[in-house]
Each structure stands twice: as structure tokens, then as C-alpha cells.
């Protein structure tokens, strides 16, 4: 990896930088950079929160992972003060970078629809697989694995994990309301890419 695409990495996801352990940081960084690469996209910012619904939406898989990570570091810590947890910082943040990162690889450029191996693997299931190929921490596959409320086969069993599938939910639901946007019509508008 070029020095110029980690800095690039680090630039479209600043929580990165929050992440204390070295290794950890690193992993997420690759896991970006190797998705980005195994997918046909030109740049991470190209994918959209929702691809198959990219006609409706301007909003953008960065934008929305961004969001996601500062509402579980907050909601983190006030969950943490209330009920006087100590919850893993670097397992929350990780998995909140990572949880939408499969979208490179099932989604592709040209049609929008799903690819060959978005068609194998559902999302989650396969950013899960994809943080354990680099060797990232079951904690922090389980975080990514459970987060779709659709697409997860099971549910949260951390409370790190909890947090991203549900404010994951509420800050693209808050999204699209916020936007007056009918995501069922978007998506039967969609027909023929929706997966
Ligand atoms: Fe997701
Ligand atoms: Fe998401």
C-alpha cells in the first residue's frame, strides 16, 4: 500500500485515528484499502449508502460510516457513564469503520446490482469474513457481523455490537426521513438491482 492511499484512508475516516492499539489501527486501514481493490469501484467515495438505490440518494458509504462512528464514540460514552461500563473502545471504533466496508465488494460499479460474491455472501456476513482475513479480532468481526437488522444472522451479543446495529439503523433511517425519502418506493423503483 502506498504511503499516499493510507493517508487517504485515514483522511476519509478520522476515527481511525482514535483507535488505540497500532495493530488494530493497521488492520483497518488494510481491510479499506484491500476492499477497495477487490471491488470495482474507482474510489471508496464512489459507493452510496444504499447502491442499488444510487438514482435517488446523493448519499455516500463515507458519509454515512463517518456518521456512524461519532454516534457510537458519544452514545459510547454516555452508555458508559450511565451504566458505569467499561466498554472497548477500539473494538467500537473498529467495528463502526469497517461495518459498511463489504459494500466495495458485493455492489458493483457498472450495474449497481449485487456481484458475484455479493450474491455468496450477504452483507455483514461478508465484512465479518472480510475484517477475520485480516486477522482483526472476533470481537470486532462480531461487531460488523451483527449489525444489519436484515442481513445479520445473529444478534449482537457485546454491547460494542449492539451499539452499531442499532445506531447504525437511526442515523440512516434519520437520513432518509430527514430527506422525505419513501425508501420501500425507492427500493421497488430499484427493481432489477435491488438484492
Ligand atoms: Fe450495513
Ligand atoms: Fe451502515
Same mark, same amino acid.
Given at each position: 500500500?502506498?504511503?499516499?492511499?493510507?493517508?487517504?484512508? =485515514?483522511? /476519509?475516516?478520522?476515527?481511525?485515528?482514535?483507535?488505540?492499539?497500532?495493530?488494530?489501527?493497521?488492520? %483497518?486501514?488494510?481491510?479499506?484499502?484491500?476492499?477497495?481493490? #477487490? !471491488?470495482?469501484?474507482?474510489?471508496?467515495?464512489?459507493?452510496? #449508502?444504499?447502491?442499488?438505490?444510487?438514482?435517488?440518494?446523493?448519499? $455516500?458509504?463515507?458519509?454515512? $460510516?463517518?456518521? =456512524?462512528?461519532?454516534?457510537?464514540?458519544?452514545?459510547?460514552?454516555?452508555?458508559?457513564? @450511565?451504566?458505569? /461500563?467499561?466498554?472497548?473502545?477500539?473494538?467500537?471504533?473498529?467495528?463502526?469503520?469497517? *461495518?459498511? %466496508?463489504?459494500?466495495? %465488494?458485493?455492489?458493483?460499479?457498472?450495474?449497481?446490482?449485487?456481484?458475484?460474491?455479493?450474491?455468496?455472501?450477504?452483507?455483514?456476513?461478508?465484512?465479518?469474513?472480510?475484517?477475520?482475513?485480516? !486477522?482483526?479480532?472476533?470481537?470486532?468481526? *462480531? %461487531?460488523?457481523?451483527?449489525?444489519?437488522?436484515?442481513?445479520?444472522?445473529?444478534?449482537?451479543? $457485546?454491547?460494542?455490537? @449492539? @451499539?452499531?446495529?442499532? /445506531?447504525?439503523? =437511526? =442515523?440512516?433511517?434519520?437520513?432518509?426521513?430527514?430527506?422525505? @425519502?419513501?425508501?420501500?418506493?425507492?427500493?421497488?423503483?430499484? $427493481?432489477?438491482?435491488?438484492?
Amino acid at each position: 500500500m502506498r504511503q499516499e492511499d493510507r493517508d487517504h484512508i =485515514v483522511n /476519509l475516516f478520522p476515527s481511525i485515528r482514535q483507535i488505540g492499539d497500532d495493530g488494530i489501527r493497521e488492520k %483497518v486501514i488494510r481491510a479499506w484499502y484491500n476492499a477497495w481493490k #477487490q !471491488g470495482n469501484f474507482p474510489r471508496i467515495e464512489d459507493v452510496h #449508502q444504499f447502491e442499488p438505490a444510487r438514482d435517488h440518494i446523493a448519499y $455516500t458509504n463515507v458519509d454515512h $460510516t463517518n456518521q =456512524v462512528c461519532r454516534a457510537c464514540e458519544q452514545m459510547g460514552e454516555i452508555l458508559a457513564a @450511565l451504566l458505569n /461500563l467499561r466498554l472497548n473502545r477500539d473494538y467500537l471504533l473498529a467495528g463502526a469503520v469497517l *461495518h459498511d %466496508v463489504d459494500k466495495m %465488494v458485493i455492489f458493483d460499479a457498472r450495474s449497481g446490482g449485487l456481484t458475484e460474491r455479493g450474491r455468496r455472501l450477504p452483507h455483514a456476513v461478508m465484512g465479518a469474513a472480510m475484517a477475520r482475513e485480516e !486477522g482483526l479480532p472476533e470481537e470486532i468481526a *462480531h %461487531v460488523i457481523g451483527a449489525h444489519s437488522f436484515k442481513y445479520s444472522p445473529a444478534p449482537p451479543s $457485546t454491547i460494542e455490537a @449492539l @451499539l452499531v446495529r442499532h /445506531l447504525d439503523h =437511526v =442515523v440512516a433511517q434519520s437520513y432518509y426521513l430527514s430527506k422525505g @425519502l419513501d425508501m420501500e418506493k425507492i427500493l421497488a423503483q430499484s $427493481t432489477g438491482r435491488n438484492p
